[in-house]
Every structure is written in structure tokens, then in C-alpha cells.
């Protein structure tokens, strides 16, 4: 081989500087275009991880608004319960008061229908000529004013007031030719006695009527 030939050859093998140029004119420019394919693939991979933690946070999210809700309904329940119970104690107290207040009524009444006729005969007594002695009348005087003291009283009973079955009992009947005074009280018998508004002796009582 010629020298001529040899230094063709040698020219072939070697690398055209004329087309590296056309590529990368120089070193610098390649691995600058290195550096800039790492730093897009790297933030590729970011936008990634940026995506699956999104879907994290929202799985997150979705967990905790279900907690929420759940706790809101629990919150409800224990309210609607502690409200039910609550009514449920006021009703049962005023039960129990009410019971109180008729037990006491009860033992009232008792009491004073057990005392009832010891008054009505010394008021009869009263009534009779002579009256009754001085210690008898101050007796009477004192367990009326007893009376009184609990809410016992009298009930106003007139002659010629309607006939109220609540708070008259009828003993007999008068005839009478007076159209208006039909059903109405012709006497007062004996006294009736009422606590409060409760009636313990009604009015014992004579009732006219119109044939």
C-alpha cells in the first residue's frame, strides 16, 4: 500500500469534525443538552409524585368527610336521646309532684270528713235554744277557723239557686206551682264542704219541681 493510500484510509476512520459540528459545535452544547434531557425527565417524574399525592390527599379527604358524617349522626342520636330522656324526666317529676299534691288532698279530705260531724253538731247544737255553753262555742269557733287555715269551706248554697248535682244532694222534693222555680233549691238541709275545688260533702238539700 502506498503511502498515498494509507493516509486516505486514515481519513475515512476518523470522524468528520464537519459533522460533529453540524451536531454539537462543540463539547459544552452536548452536555448542556444532557443536563437539560435529566432535568425533563426529572420533572416528569415530579408531575408524577405530584399526581399520586393528589390521590392521596383525595382518599384522605373522602376518609375524613365520611368520619364527619359519621360523628354528625352519632352527635344526633346522643342529642335526640339526651332530649327524649330529658322530656321523659320533666313528665315523670310532674307526675310525681301531681301524685304528691292528690296524695296530700287525699289525706286532707280524710281528715276533714273524719271531723266534719264533730262541726255539724255543734253548729246544730248552736242553733238550739240556749246555745251552746261558752267552752262549746269557743270549740266550734276554733276548728272552723282549722278549716279555713287548710282550704276548707263552706259551699254557698242559696234557696232558689239551680240544682247543681256536683254540688247539691237532693234528700227530698216540694212541689211548687211556680214554673220558674222548677229544679231549684227550696232548702238547705245541712252545709256542704269543698277543699279548694274539690268537693268533700256536697249541699244536702230539699229540690222543688213544677208537676
Known amino acids: 500500500m ?7 484510509n486514515e481519513k475515512v476512520s476518523e470522524p468528520s469534525e464537519e459533522i460533529q459540528e453540524e451536531i ?3 463539547v459544552e452544547d452536548a452536555k448542556k443538552s444532557n ?9 416528569v417524574d415530579d408531575v408524577e409524585i405530584v399526581s399520586d399525592d393528589d390521590g392521596r390527599e383525595n382518599t384522605k379527604l373522602k376518609k375524613t368527610q365520611k368520619e364527619l358524617e359519621r360523628c354528625r ?3 344526633q342520636e346522643y342529642l ?19 301524685d304528691v299534691g292528690n296524695a296530700k288532698d287525699i289525706g286532707v279530705q280524710k281528715s276533714v270528713k273524719a271531723l266534719l260531724p264533730a262541726l255539724e253538731s255543734l253548729n246544730r247544737a248552736q242553733g238550739v235554744q240556749g246555745g251552746l255553753p261558752d267552752g262549746f262555742d269557743a270549740i266550734a269557733k276554733q276548728l272552723a277557723s282549722a278549716f279555713a287555715t287548710i282550704g276548707v269551706t263552706q259551699i254557698p248554697t242559696h234557696i232558689g239557686d239551680v240544682f247543681d248535682p256536683v254540688l247539691h244532694e237532693a234528700l227530698s222534693r216540694e212541689v211548687t206551682e211556680d ?3 222548677d229544679n231549684t233549691v227550696s232548702r238547705v238541709l245541712e252545709p256542704g264542704w269543698k277543699l279548694h275545688d274539690t268537693v268533700i260533702q256536697p249541699t244536702k238539700v230539699s229540690v222543688a219541681y213544677c208537676k
Open 2 to 8: 502506498t503511502k498515498k493510500q494509507h493516509k486516505e
Open 24 to 26: 454539537f459545535p462543540n
Open 35 to 43: 443536563e437539560e434531557d435529566m432535568i425533563i425527565s426529572d420533572e
Open 80 to 98: 335526640d336521646g339526651w332530649q327524649r330522656t330529658k322530656a321523659d324526666y320533666v313528665n315523670a317529676m310532674r307526675r310525681f309532684e301531681k
Open 73 to 75: 349522626k352519632e352527635k
Open 179 to 181: 214554673s220558674s222555680k
